[in-house]
């Protein structure tokens, strides 16, 4: 059974894609049992491998690495779905209140819950900006 090519996939990648032709350079570094320590630690803390970690970061340019940009990606997918749930709960509360006329209990935590939502896509939005 093949895996679905949705987001989640295609984002879950902790090794660089292949090159085309390859990579026929080589770089050797070695580091001790602290340094690998801490290259350990970020490179799981990022869900990547300790050569892509160090990869993206000596070519970010201070900027956003990819790892990071893949990571807010992830988070605006996440808060899609839950916003989509919302959705759906809010339209079975409009059905209610339009087949009776009154508001089904637990309606107004749903709708509070939109505006955490929101708030969401707020700070994503603002840290894919700063980016």
Known sequence: MSEPKGPKKRLARR???NAPGGRPHQHMVRVTDMEEAQLRL????ENVTIPRLLIERALADGGETPSERREALVELFRVRRQLAGLATNVNQIAHAVNTDGR?????????????????KIDAAIEALAVS
């Open 15 to 17: 090794r660089r894609a």
């Open 103 to 119: 508001m089904p209990i637990g309606s107004a935590a749903e709708l509070a819950q939109i505006e955490d939502v929101v708030g």
């Open 42 to 45: 970020r490179a799981d803390g």
